[in-house]
């Protein structure tokens, strides 16, 4: 069974970085996607960025040339380096892995098979 754990969240100014990790255990491949979404207050869950099948990137405009994703095949976890933040930004942040997604799938929240239980980002001064 496919395990996702985030960690790394918390308070933070305007302009500061954080950086996201979630370790992710159980039996997977590279076939399909792993991603990070956000929630923030009173909002639908959001596409926020994704690597699909091991290779192509993709942002959100609101995080593009702020956020990046990245990967440790080698400990099973995937990062979100958050640099410049705003209060925009403010939100619970979930990674999530699907395993046969299918490329228009990538910014649908329901399409996707496996999420973790999310980490809170607070932007504020």
């Known amino acids: 069974q496919v395990r996702l754990v985030e960690s790394g969240g918390g308070l933070v100014q305007p302009g500061d970085s954080l950086r996201l990790s979630c370790v992710v255990s159980?039996?997977?491949?590279?076939?399909?996607?792993v991603g990070w979404f956000r929630q923030p207050p009173g909002k639908e869950r959001e596409f926020v960025a994704a690597?699909?099948?091991?290779?192509?990137?993709f942002y959100d405009d609101s995080v593009k040339g702020r956020f990046s994703i990245d990967t440790d095949r080698t400990k099973n976890t995937m990062f979100l380096q958050m640099n410049n933040l705003k209060s925009d930004d403010t939100a619970v942040y979930y990674c999530?892995?699907?395993?046969?997604?299918?490329?228009?799938?990538?910014?649908?929240?329901?399409?996707?098979?496996?999420w973790g239980q999310g980490t809170q980002v607070t932007v504020s001064s």
């Open positions: 999530a892995l699907d395993q046969r997604l299918i490329l228009s799938s990538l910014r649908v929240p329901r399409d996707w098979d496996h």
């Open positions: 690597i699909f099948r091991s290779s192509r990137t």
């Open positions: 159980g039996r997977t491949d590279r076939n399909g996607a």
